[in-house]
């Protein structure tokens, strides 16, 4: 089983920056596929940007342009760094693990589903104020 620990969420202002950080002790992690999604409450889970075994970056629209996604694979984490934030961005952020595309490279509309995702972490809490 494949554990998935995130960090890095808080309470911020409006416009402030934050970076999470998923960690895992997986040794093949260079393999998986990444991916961040966020639930705010009453609302379903949303995907927010994924990073490829490839390296190959998705975002949705919502964050495209504030939220960076990146990986280092000695270390063994995946990180979001989110900029310019705003009130709507707030929910809990969770990390997921995709082992099954590799050594494939599939798309957005694949990247985005949260199904496609085998792993997940417990989630961090980031709360923007306006």
């Known amino acids: 089983q494949v554990q998935l620990v995130e960090s890095g969420g808080g309470l911020v202002q409006a416009g402030d920056s934050l970076r999470l950080s998923c960690i895992t002790s997986?040794?093949?992690?260079?393999?998986?596929?990444m991916g961040w999604f966020r639930q705010a409450p009453g609302k379903e889970r949303e995907f927010v940007a994924a990073i490829t075994w490839a390296t190959i970056t998705y975002y949705a629209d919502s964050v495209k342009g504030r939220f960076t996604i990146s990986r280092d694979n000695v270390k063994r984490t995946v990180y979001l760094q989110m900029n310019s934030l705003k009130p709507e961005d707030t929910a809990e952020y969770y990390c997921?693990?995709?082992?099954?595309?590799?050594?494939?490279?599939?798309?957005?509309?694949?990247?985005?589903?949260?199904?496609?995702?085998?792993?997940w972490g417990q989630g961090t809490q980031v709360t923007v104020s306006s």
């Open positions: 997921a693990a995709n082992e099954k595309d590799y050594p494939f490279q599939r798309d957005y509309a694949y990247y985005s589903v949260y199904n496609k995702y085998d792993y």
């Open positions: 997986e040794r093949t992690f260079s393999r998986y596929s």
